[in-house]
T-cell receptor, first 115, second 112 residues
Framework: AQSVTQLGSHVSVSEGALVLLRCNYS??????LFWYVQYPNQGLQLLLK??????LVKGINGFEAEFKKSETSFHLTKPSAHMSDAAEYFC?????????????FGKGTHLIIQP | DTGVSQDPRHKITKRGQNVTFRCDPI?????LYWYRQTLGQGPEFLTY????????KSRLLSDRFSAERPKGSFSTLEIQRTEQGDSAMYLC??????????FGPGTRLTVL
């Protein structure tokens, strides 16, 4: 079974500062990893994903994440925060290889951008 | 718009009533997923279809929950004899592979 831990239910950064949202996972098999963003009263939008290959993945809106197998981590970063980045962010894991499995999500991190 | 759609967006019901939600996936997607999201939590996987076959349903929360996808296109999620604890956002997602799931806007259920 997989699990996801997101450290920090709330993260506050100043506009223009570095954004770092932490995600650690556990999985008995090589995982596929995802970051989703959710704006109030909306569904989830995929920011980026890691399946295989390059461990540094780039996503939309200037976000990127690095898969570190030795640390079982998949932290999300953005060099310079923008007010429009304020939202809820979810890290998720699923089994790799195309098996029939839903996503296992973390509890989410609420990102607050201070002007 | 060719995204995932869900209907209704909001549903208020009284305890003990049955409710049914509909999900229309992206047309070429053969996989369809249902999730439940409660306040302050991440989505929780409930069930999964590949075409019309329900390949995973052990994660449905109780026997009051059931889902169908009769022709491999749209899907319905039914909750019988609703309880106040069923109040949540119910999300549907679809995919062509398991690499990337596209989510709908959700149906918010309030049980009074």
């Amino acid at each position: 079974a997989q699990s996801v831990t997101q450290l920090g239910s709330h993260v506050s950064v100043s506009e223009g500062a570095l954004v770092l949202l932490r995600c650690n996972y556990s999985s008995s098999v090589p995982p596929y990893l995802f970051w989703y963003v959710q704006y109030p009263n909306q569904g989830l939008q995929l920011l980026l994903k890691y399946t295989t290959g390059a461990t540094l993945v780039k996503g939309i809106n200037g976000f990127e994440a690095e898969f570190k197998k030795s640390e079982t981590s998949f932290h999300l970063t953005k060099p310079s925060a923008h007010m429009s980045d304020a939202a809820e962010y979810f890290c998720a894991v699923t089994l790799g290889g195309g098996g029939a499995d839903g996503l296992t999500f973390g509890k989410g991190t609420h990102l607050i951008i201070q002007p | 718009d060719t995204g995932v759609s869900q209907d209704p967006r909001h549903k208020i019901t009284k305890r003990g009533q049955n409710v049914t939600f509909r999900c229309d996936p992206i047309s070429e997607h053969n996989r369809l997923y249902w999730y439940r999201q409660t306040l302050g939590q991440g989505p929780e996987f409930l069930t999964y279809f590949q075409n019309e076959a329900q390949l995973e349903k052990s994660r449905l929360l109780s026997d009051r929950f059931s889902a169908e996808r009769p022709k491999g296109s749209f899907s319905t999620l039914e909750i019988q004899r609703t309880e106040q604890g069923d109040s949540a956002m119910y999300l549907c997602a679809s995919s062509f592979t398991n690499n990337e799931q596209f989510f709908g806007p959700g149906t918010r259920l309030t049980v009074l």
